[in-house]
Every structure is written in structure tokens, then in C-alpha cells.
């Protein structure tokens, strides 16, 4: 372990940051949220430059991937639209990922338009608090995202890996990345599982995996030694080249912070930084493409 | 492409070998393309021993080697290492029996073969010797009884450390960089009498002293004093002055050493491959060899400490 209060090697270049959220609950409608009193009511341009202007050294956040955070599905167009005037206002946003009805006749018409907007990269489909089998009404609509060159974020919980290994094999020309790596709860148990499971699903080489979400699923106080065996995990299985960071702020900040996200990440993938993060969003969610 | 028998195996490795670490990227980004590219043309070229590690590019280099020699697997020989994963010591090593196991499924899988030829426990000098007779080479004889690696074997820098492990006999082959070459050619007198006796095979690695004989100079990183520096500005000099090229000069050097059978130089594309290619061709004349080993001085300046001991 990296000793304590030893400083970690931060990356030199702009960091872009693979998956944050705004929102704003006076503006859109999101059901969770108003059971999460822990988390705020609003979060925007103005509070992620205040959550990130004091990193440490010279560190900065050049580039951001802002997800969709499950408002009310019939308000997702808004939803973007409202992300993309955060960008007016200063936020360094890079791509979209946003909600598509991916099971409904009509998603062609929302991804033709989301391709012709350029600023969308992705679609995520929260599948977290689905019942078993619902990934098999998406798979249609997954596997014609790489007809639009558009990915898919995978948010699904532990039990549901094999899930996603399903719905990955049906869907082989699509472009996955894994939100949080899997959300294995920190500490359990049931580490072989998940372990296991992350193998299996980093054998397909069209799934990527992002360093993100951790500190929300570790116990309260936790510490790099907690998170460590499972960010080297997914960095041994996926690979240098497949892992990207994430902050996943705010929802980072109910159990730490964006900086303590960050020097945990940094500190525990100490080479090849400009990869982990930054070029492998870029490359993944082809950011640098119109 | 000369090839010359691995003693103690039944190998006969390219007098060149493939170092892979740059595919992972260690000196700088190279394009998945490339990658295959560079690999698909060293065949061409003869070069049929490749060298990896998991912690060259964090995996990324066994991935691209693997995915590279996919379909050309029977036209290789592959040698990968276990128990350095990443820089830093104690977190980055793990020489433990179970580790090292688990280790060895893991490169299989990245580099798509069911068994690779040469395993070797990576830069030993960080851990204890009883770890690694007690724990890592057992792992390593079980997974040769298991058909996943036919020949074992320690790399590492001091000699010393390397020279402890070939005097058990217990394994075949050892890797020794930054000791056979313009330098530092101290393998010659200390290692491969010791590698003979042991009947263990003997490769080198680096033969441009990671960087330091390179004309660009080297690289922030590199540990050497100020005595191997002066030596090797010397060198670079010298070679300038006269056109000749010193990285060739130093391959051709290292590759003319009695007693290892492959010299491994990293390649990360098509003009590094050429210039070793040529390089092994062409041997530079004796008396510009004999002018650079006079300038770089008797011993060429001490070896840096490395490890844990």
C-alpha cells in the first residue's frame, strides 16, 4: 500500500473524466432522488467547477462525459438539452450519454436524432433495479447502437454481471463500457464472485470498464486499502488500454470527494496515466469525433 | 536470421529476439495496428522468440502480443514472466505460490495459447530467495506439469541474485539485461560459466542499456551513475564523429557475446525492427568494435543497485 499521507503521482495532462451527472430537481423530474437525501438537489456547471478548482498541483479536468441520471423517461430529450446549456456555461463537456426506449418500435427516431446532434456518444440503460430478463427487450435496440456509432454503458449490480455477459454476446459489434465496475459491494464476501464474473466479461474485448463508483458501494470511512483489490482487478483483466477514469460526481461526494476519487485512482495506477485518464474516454466514446 | 540452441532446451531461439515491452507502451503510444503490423514483419523476418511480461503496458503488451500472434502461434516462441505487476515496491510484486498460478492462467488467456514456452519469475532481487524457491518456482514446476510452460527460469538485474538461483539447478533458462552488452559485459565472465555448469540456457536484454546508448539519450527514469554515463556520452560521440551507428554497433556487440543464444532489444515498429535486422546482418568491423570497447573504459562504470537485499 502506498504509505499514508504519501502523496500520489497525479497525471500531468487534462484529465477527462468518463461519467458525471447533472441534474436539477427544480427543473426535470427524478423519482430516486428524492429518496437519496444525501445527495443535492442540483448539480451543474457552476458546483463541478467549485467541486474541482482546487485539485491538487496541476491538475485539471479538461473533458467530461456527462450520463444520464434517470429523470422521468418521457423528459429525456430535455434532459440532454438541459446538460448541453451546463456546457454554455463553462462546463468542459465532451459528450452526452444519454436515455434512449431502446425496447420501444420508436427508438430508431431518438438515435437517428441523438447521431445528428454529434455531442451524444452513448446510451445508458439503468438496468440496476430491473427485474431478471429485462435486458433481453433492450437487445434489438443495443445491438443497433453500432449501426450509429453510439455505446452502451452497462449499469447493473454484481448479481447482475452475468446478465450483462448475456446481453454483451448478443450484441458483439456493440461498444460496452461497465459503469462502476459492477457495483460489487466493497469488503463482501463475495469478492470470487465478482471477481470471477469481471474475468469472464473482460474476455470480451469489445467491453471496456470505467474506475468509477466505488466509494458509494465501500463501507463509510473507507480507505484506499478497501477499493484497491478491486480497481487492480479490473486494471489486470481489462487492461491498461480498457479502463477509464470516473469520478461519478456528485454522487463521489456523499463518501468522499472528487479529490479523494481521483489520488485513490491515481495512486492506485501509478503508469500509463494519460491512458486510464484520458485517452481511453476519448477513444472509447470517440470524443474527438464531431 | 541466425538461430542459436537454448542449452539446457530443445529451442533454437532467433539470435534477435522480440522484446514486447513496447507494445505496452512503456516509451511512448503505438496504434493496435502497428502492433500486429510490427509483429507479423519480425516473423518475415525470422524472429520467432517474443518476450513479454503482464507488467510490460499494465497486460497490454501480452494482449497485443497474443492477439498479434493469433493464428501464427505454432510459428513462436513465447516467453512471458509472473510476479511483477507494477513499479513500485512491495505493492507492485507478489511471488507467492498462489499468485503465481493464477498469474500464469491469466497470461494464457491474454496471449490466446494454451501453453507458453519460457516463464520466468520477473527481477527477483525484490523479494527474498526463499520466496522464491519455496513458492514462485514451485508454482512455476506445477504449471509445467500441468502443460501450460515447458521451461522455467528467474530474470532480474544483480548477478548475484541471478547466480544464487542457476547454482540450485533448479531451472532452465536465466534472463540477464544491462549485462551483456557496450557497457557491461560482465555475463560473459560471471553468469554463463555458472549457466553452464547448471546446464541452463542464458538470454540478455536491453543491449542498449535501456536508452543510454541510444543517440537521443536516455530516458528521465534511467538509474545509471554519472561513471556509466560518461561512458556512454563517450561512445555516442564517438560514433557521431565517425557515422557509424552506435545502436547498431551495440546490437552487433551484444548479439557476437559467447554463451547467450538470443540478445531481446524492444520493438515498437517498422524502423526499430529494421535497424535490428540489419544490425545482425551486417556486423560492425572489428576495429570500430574494438575502438568502443577501449573507449567505454574497463568495466564501463558500476551497476546501479536494483531490489531489496
Not at chain 1, 470498464?209 to 458509494?216: E, F, P, V, Y
Not at chain 1, 485512482?265 to 477513444?283: E, G, I, K, P
Not at chain 2, 561513471?227 to 564517438?238: C, G, K
Amino acid at each position: 500500500m502506498t504509505a499514508e499521507g504519501c502523496r500520489p503521482e497525479l497525471p500531468a495532462l487534462p484529465i477527462v473524466d468518463a461519467h458525471i451527472h447533472f441534474w436539477d430537481m427544480a427543473r426535470l423530474s427524478y423519482p430516486w432522488l428524492s429518496d437519496a437525501p444525501s445527495l443535492p438537489a442540483r448539480a451543474d456547471a457552476m458546483l463541478f467547477d467549485q467541486a474541482t478548482n482546487r485539485l491538487p498541483g496541476d491538475v485539471m479536468v479538461g473533458g467530461l462525459v456527462v450520463v444520464q441520471a434517470e429523470c422521468d423517461p418521457d423528459q429525456a430529450d430535455s434532459e440532454v438539452f438541459w446538460i448541453l446549456t451546463q456546457r454554455a456555461l463553462g462546463a468542459p463537456i465532451a459528450g452526452v450519454v444519454a436515455f434512449a426506449p431502446l425496447e420501444d418500435a420508436g427508438a430508431t427516431d431518438v438515435l437517428d436524432r441523438y447521431a445528428g446532434l454529434g455531442i451524444v456518444k452513448g446510451i445508458r440503460r439503468n438496468i440496476q433495479d430491473e427485474a431478471p430478463g429485462f435486458w433481453r427487450r433492450l437487445t434489438p435496440g443495443v445491438r443497433s447502437l453500432a449501426d450509429y456509432g453510439l455505446s452502451f454503458d452497462l449499469c447493473v449490480r454484481e448479481h447482475q454481471l452475468s446478465e450483462a455477459i448475456e446481453l454483451v454476446d448478443a450484441a458483439p459489434d456493440t461498444r460496452f463500457v461497465l459503469d462502476h465496475l459492477g457495483k460489487p459491494s466493497v469488503g463482501s464476501p463475495h469478492w470470487a464472485d465478482w471477481a470471477g464474473t469481471i474475468t469472464d466479461l473482460a474476455s470480451r474485448p469489445n467491453v471496456h470498464c470505467k474506475l468509477s463508483g466505488l466509494g458509494t458501494e465501500a463501507p463509510p470511512n473507507w480507505t484506499l486499502a478497501d477499493v484497491a483489490p478491486y480497481i487492480r482487478h479490473a486494471v489486470e483483466e481489462f487492461g491498461i488500454h480498457r479502463v477509464m477514469f470516473g469520478s461519478d460526481w456528485p454522487v463521489c461526494a456523499a463518501a468522499g470527494s472528487y479529490r479523494g476519487w481521483l489520488e485513490t485512482v491515481a495512486s492506485l495506477v501509478t503508469s500509463h496515466q494519460d491512458r486510464v485518464f484520458a485517452h481511453n474516454a476519448t477513444a472509447f466514446y470517440r470524443l474527438d469525433q464531431g | 536470421m541466425l538461430y542459436r540452441r537454448l542449452s539446457g532446451t530443445d529451442l533454437d531461439l532467433s539470435v534477435v529476439g522480440f522484446g514486447a515491452a513496447p507494445l505496452g507502451e512503456e516509451y511512448g503510444p503505438v496504434d493496435e495496428r502497428e502492433s500486429t503490423d510490427v509483429v507479423r514483419a519480425a516473423l518475415d523476418e525470422g524472429i520467432n522468440y517474443f518476450d513479454t511480461s503482464p507488467y510490460y503496458g499494465r497486460t497490454l503488451s501480452e494482449s497485443r502480443l497474443g492477439l498479434a500472434l493469433s493464428g501464427f502461434r505454432d510459428q513462436a516462441i513465447i516467453s512471458t514472466k509472473a510476479g511483477r505487476y507494477d513499479r513500485h515496491y512491495p505493492e507492485g510484486f507478489d511471488f507467492s505460490y498462489r499468485r503465481i498460478v493464477r498469474s500464469i492462467d491469466q497470461s494464457l488467456r491474454r496471449l490466446r495459447t494454451d501453453h507458453v514456452d519460457i516463464v520466468f519469475l520477473h527481477d527477483i532481487e525484490f523479494s527474498p530467495a526463499s520466496m522464491i524457491l519455496d513458492e514462485g518456482l514451485p508454482a512455476l514446476v506445477d504449471a509445467r506439469e500441468a502443460g501450460k510452460v515447458r521451461f522455467l527460469g528467474v530474470s532480474g538485474y544483480p548477478l548475484d541474485v541471478l547466480i544464487e538461483i542457476v547454482e540450485t539447478g533448479s531451472i532452465d533458462v536465466v534472463l540477464s539485461y544491462c549485462h551483456g552488452d557496450l557497457l557491461n559485459s560482465s555475463v560473459t565472465d560471471c553468469l554463463v560459466p555458472v549457466a553452464r555448469d547448471n546446464q541452463c540456457g542464458v538470454i540478455t536484454a536491453s543491449p542498449l542499456h535501456m536508452g543510454l546508448l541510444s543517440p537521443s539519450g536516455p530516458p528521465s527514469w534511467h538509474p545509471a551513475g554519472p561513471e556509466l554515463r560518461r561512458a556512454a556520452r563517450a561512445l555516442i560521440d564517438y560514433c557521431k564523429k565517425k557515422g557509424v551507428s552506435l545502436p547498431a554497433a551495440a546490437l552487433s556487440y551484444a548479439l557476437g557475446l559467447d554463451g547467450p543464444a538470443s540478445v531481446l532489444i524492444g520493438i515498437g515498429n517498422a524502423r526499430e525492427l529494421s535497424e535490428c535486422v540489419s544490425a545482425a546482418r551486417q556486423p560492425v568491423e572489428d576495429r570500430t568494435m574494438a575502438t568502443l570497447v577501449t573507449l567505454r573504459g574497463r568495466f564501463g562504470g558500476e551497476p546501479w543497485p536494483s531490489g531489496i537485499r
